[in-house]
């Protein structure tokens, strides 16, 4: 038996493979893993959240500055983000999976042998559904303790789920995947268009030919025409104050939370936009074939002055 290990500690074991979720990686067994995920044990998950952020391997953005203050890590990686965004529930989610498998046709293949990587996958929401349904799922994040909470549901399910984390820019491998989500605005974080063309183009690499990919992101338009710059609300024994702002061709929002007792919190997010055709033609750039684009989680069809999403399908040649 060997171990899954990380230049830092052994976190888990697993039979007769290897998987090493960070940047060290050992290619050949991890496509070995991929390959025979879904006939190995019923419940197999990959236990990573070991790991807190001093110990996580720091990386680097093509800037050559350290990622250490950028907001998604300290964010999303805060037990409050799941209060926050709890109005976003599983039956969302599997809305969300039911358009993606109809528009791209896998609802009629058979999901034992459709290999699935969600990226940003968070709390395993659509990672989750997936699986229900039968497909061989990895979910991928940063966040480790989102990543927990993913292993925790899929537990509490019986659900079969792998789980890796790293920075979206160092996804490894070539030709694993039938299928690549990136779903509800989880692309445009970073502060140089050139780490989302980095992204796109491992994501290009880790698609088997045929392969689909399928990016979700907000409608600028649409986004412009209904900006609701400030907004109150409560979440479960929180109250919330959500302030949003255009900043050049990035949307931020920037939240404070006021817990029944403590201290008020305030934390960031800023996402680039992108409009139809500039994310086009960065798709096209990378080799995809862009096929259909919707407009909402209900798979309607795409229209620029009043969808609120712009969830893009997309083959590998």
Known sequence: MFYLTTKYRIIGTIRGRVFIP?????????????????????????FITS?????????QDSSGTDESSHWFETWFNHPLYLEVYRHRDQEEAARCIRTILSVSGLEIKDPASISVLDIACGAG???IELARLGFCVTGNDLSPFLLEEARKEAITCSLQLELSCCDMRHIPGSGLFDLVVQLFTSFGYFDLKEDDRVVLGKV???LKTGGWYVLDL?????LARNLAPETRRIAGNLTLLE????????IT????ITPPVGEKLTFSESVRLYGKEEI???????????????????GDHYMENDSPRMMIFCRKP
């Open 218 to 222: 907000i409608n600028p338009v649409h």
């Open 204 to 206: 290009y690499r880790a």
């Open 253 to 256: 929002k920037t939240i404070t």
């Open 51 to 59: 790991f807190s952020h001093k110990n996580m391997v720091k990386s």
């Open 243 to 250: 302030q949003r702002a255009f900043h050049e061709d990035r």
């Open 280 to 298: 086009v033609a960065m798709l096209q750039d990378e080799g995809f074939a862009v096929t259909e684009i919707v407009g909402n989680y209900q």
């Open 125 to 127: 929401r659509h990672a």
């Open 22 to 46: 960070y940047l060290h990686l050992n290619l050949q067994y991890y496509s070995d893993y991929a390959n025979n995920f879904c006939r190995i044990a019923p419940l197999v998950i990959i």
